[in-house]
């Protein structure tokens, strides 16, 4: 599976958009891009994925550049549940790998 | 909809015994995966269930094992245990096994062998 690089960390404040970016340069043709987040003591809990296009749902909206070489993640209004550990990753089949992730901060 | 449930939550065993961990998926879900997330190693995949079969498993030794029950359910069973086998366990599962469909996780079962 290629591998992502994310940031460390990022903050973000209350009720503003929070973007996180991920490159993934080496993806391959038929690699899906998926954002996982885990909070503390909890299992992963899904977000959003896409192959190609521009996705959004419930929670979040997904961009992926035309060359898919990298994406981001955008929670359009942060809350203080938002805090988590956020892993992007690209997964080619079932056997998930998650980095080290962008641990998001959100502050009241 | 109930997601993936796990128990028990906690599990403390001693060095040597046994340990069976469960998972029920989401229902209609006949995929089920099973992976271990130790202290600063990351998630590693160590076994996957659909249809009953085991299908793939990582590469951890023989000890672990595990069977998926005609409900879907599964279980995770880990023989002769060693310290380093303290971990989250996490279950997850997934409507159909293709890598466009999302796995859907528990909150797993934190095992400690002391």
């Known amino acids: 599976d290629a591998k992502t690089t994310q940031p460390p960390s990022m903050d973000c404040a209350e009720g503003r958009a929070a973007n996180l970016p991920c490159n993934h340069s080496t993806i391959s043709g038929n690699e899906y891009v998926y954002w996982y987040r885990q909070i503390h003591s909890q299992g992963p809990q899904y977000i959003i994925h896409?192959?190609?296009n521009n996705e959004t749902n419930e929670m979040a909206s997904l961009i992926i550049t035309e060359d898919r070489k990298s994406s981001t993640l955008i929670l359009p209004h942060a809350t203080l549940r938002d805090t988590a550990v956020y892993y992007c990753i690209v997964v080619n089949d079932y056997k998930l790998s998650f980095g080290a992730g962008t641990t998001v901060t959100v502050r009241a | 909809e109930a997601g993936v449930t796990q128990s028990p939550t906690h599990l403390i065993k001693t060095r040597g015994q046994q340990a069976t961990l469960r998972c029920s998926p989401i229902?209609?879900?006949?995929?089920v995966y099973w992976y271990q997330q130790a202290l600063g190693l990351g998630l590693q995949f160590l076994l996957w269930?659909?249809?009953?079969?085991?299908?793939n498993r990582g590469n951890f030794p023989p000890r672990f094992s595990g069977r998926q029950f005609p409900n879907y359910s599964s279980e995770l069973n880990v023989n002769a245990l060693e310290l380093e086998d303290s971990a989250l366990y996490l279950c997850?599962?997934?409507?159909?096994?293709?890598?466009?469909?999302?796995?859907?996780f528990g909150n797993g079962t934190r095992l400690t062998v002391t």
């Open positions: 229902s209609g879900h006949t995929s």
């Open positions: 997850a599962s997934s409507l159909e096994t293709h890598r466009g469909s999302p796995l859907h």
């Open positions: 269930y659909d249809e009953g079969e085991e299908r």
């Open positions: 896409g192959l190609k």
